[in-house]
Nanobody, 123 residues
């Protein structure tokens, strides 16, 4: 029902910052719990961060705590991932995902996915 489009990926140096956006359309954005996942070459899809419908609950993977911040603007139908102090290990395709019935950090339960945006961190 909802379509998701990621943007904001690119090439940055170690220690740099990047902000990803996930624009939603075709549904009521405020009804969806949202999350970011990433997948690096040769690795499994990995949870990055999640945010509840109103933004009151957030979770982060241990690998990004203190560096990444998830947020959402329901008036703009957009979710964000602010990434600071980037490391080469953050290099991956980043995907946004939506789920309308309950909050989760598990990729397998999410209902809708974007196409992904590439983030490359050079050393």
């Amino acid at each position: 029902q909802v379509q998701l489009v990621e943007s904001g990926g690119g090439l940055v140096q170690t220690g740099g910052s990047l902000r990803l956006s996930c624009a939603a359309s075709g549904g009521t954005f405020s009804r969806y719990h949202m999350a970011w996942f990433r997948q690096a070459p040769g690795k499994k899809r990995e949870f990055v961060a999640a945010i509840s419908r109103s933004g009151g609950r957030m979770n982060y993977a241990d690998s990004v705590k203190g560096r990444f911040t998830i947020s959402r603007d329901n008036a703009k139908n957009t979710m964000y991932l602010q990434m600071n102090s980037l490391k080469p290990e953050d290099t991956a395709v980043y995907y946004c995902a939506a789920k309308n019935d309950y909050y989760s950090t598990a990729a397998s339960v999410y209902d809708y996915w974007g196409q992904g945006t590439q983030v490359t961190v050079s050393s």
